[in-house]
T-cell receptor
Framework: KNEVEQSPQNLTAQEGEFITINCSYS?????LHWLQQHPGGGIVSLFM???GKKKHGRLIATINIQEKHSSLHITASHPRDSAVYIC??????????FGTGTRLTIIP | DVKVTQSSRYLVKRTGEKVFLECVQD?????MFWYRQDPGLGLRLIYF???????EKGDIPEGYSVSREKKERFSLILESASTNQTSMYLC???????????FGPGTRLTVT
């Protein structure tokens, strides 16, 4: 069965801390996505990866195809980073399979 | 810079009513999706359309139908709304590989 697992489910940290959210999946993929959803807001695509590493500002996403694992890192975290972060995967077609999300809270 | 729009942000309907949720994208994407999002369950695919008039059931199609008469528009229909269909509904679209998805702002539907 094609599955996506995310950890942790909830994460609370102090402003400035380095944040890591993990995602693992069961079988080979064509792409992995990291999505962000602020409270009451829509979903925004942060990264789309099929290999290696991508960086955008304070956000970094990495993927290890052999280990079937991806991480989302946030450096110098800020209260505005508080959101739900969702890992989603294309298992070879257009449809996404979603993780259950990580609720991140950054305390000032 | 608006890419995917949904007809309503908030909607309140009564049990048994027929409900239409509309989604429009301006990126000429072939693929469009309807999801519902519930606390603890994450995002679940209701229906998927890969071309005009073409549709495919997702994981939870029961109680829903869809219509795609034009490429840019994908409608979700609740034939007879029930309280267990109270949820956040999200539309998304994607083109060809690598399938970057664009989401609409969501419709929070309450059925009373």
């Amino acid at each position: 069965k094609n599955e996506v697992e995310q950890s942790p489910q909830n994460l609370t940290a102090q402003e400035g801390e380095f944040i890591t959210i993990n995602c693992s999946y069961s079988v080979g993929i064509s792409a992995l996505h990291w999505l962000q959803q602020h409270p009451g807001g829509g979903i925004v695509s942060l990264f789309m990866l099929s290999s290696g590493k991508k960086k955008h500002g304070r956000l970094i996403a990495t993927i290890n195809i052999q280990e079937k694992h991806s991480s989302l890192h946030i450096t110098a975290s800020h209260p505005r980073d508080s959101a739900v972060y969702i890992c989603a995967v294309n298992f070879g077609n257009e449809k996404l399979t979603f993780g259950t999300g990580t609720r991140l809270t950054i305390i000032p | 810079d608006v890419k995917v729009t949904q007809s309503s942000r908030y909607l309140v309907k009564r049990t048994g009513e027929k409900v239409f949720l509309e989604c429009v994208q301006d990126m000429d994407h072939e693929n469009m999706f309807w999801y519902r999002q519930d606390p603890g369950l994450g995002l679940r695919l209701i229906y998927f359309s890969y071309d005009v008039k073409m549709k495919e059931k997702g994981d939870i199609p029961e109680g829903y139908s869809v219509s795609r008469e034009k490429k840019e528009r994908f409608s979700l229909i609740l034939e007879s709304a029930s309280t267990n269909q109270t949820s956040m509904y999200l539309c998304a679209s994607t083109g060809a590989l690598p399938y970057e998805q664009y989401f609409g702002p969501g419709t929070r539907l309450t059925v009373t």
